[in-house]
């Protein structure tokens, strides 16, 4: 069997987390959190990272469009007992990792890589070469 490198996660916790990613987006998406900083929020779950040994996942978050980003994430965290143990009931595990909440910023570092993309010095870079043949030679 071929070793993984050091940083590569194991298969199950990837799962696990896929897993529990689309649970999360089911609870939110049915509306059963009742908390007033998440009222009228859509919450999008990018990615789950749980540990090797299944006792911890972090849940990426966003809300939609970033609106009210820190109230919102303040209460997941008050929820977090009550989201584990309405994942309980949905997922088949053991033991249920506890849950901890992070904002996910790759939606900002995908804008600003967007944005240099489209900056004028390197839109000209990017551009074909005037007289340059589109079809390969044979």
């Known amino acids: 069997m071929p070793r993984r490198g050091s940083n590569d996660p194991a298969p199950r916790p990837l799962r696990v987390g896929e897993e529990l990613r689309h649970a999360l987006a089911r609870l939110f998406e049915a509306g059963r959190l009742h908390d007033p900083d998440l009222a009228g929020l859509a919450i999008t779950v990018s990615e789950v990272r749980v540990a090797p040994d299944l006792k911890h996942a972090t849940v990426f ?25 309405e994942l309980a009931q949905e997922v088949q595990l053991r033991a249920m990792p506890a849950l901890h909440f992070e ?30 043949d589109d079809e390969p030679k044979k």
Request: charged share 25%; proline share 7%.
């Open 61 to 85: 978050v966003m809300p939609l469009g970033g609106a009210r980003a820190e109230a919102a994430l303040a209460a997941l965290q008050r929820a977090a007992g009550f989201l584990r143990h």
């Open 103 to 132: 904002l996910d910023h790759s939606f900002e570092h995908a804008s600003q890589i967007d944005a240099l993309l489209h900056r004028p010095e390197v839109e000209r870079d990017l551009a074909p070469k005037p007289g340059a």
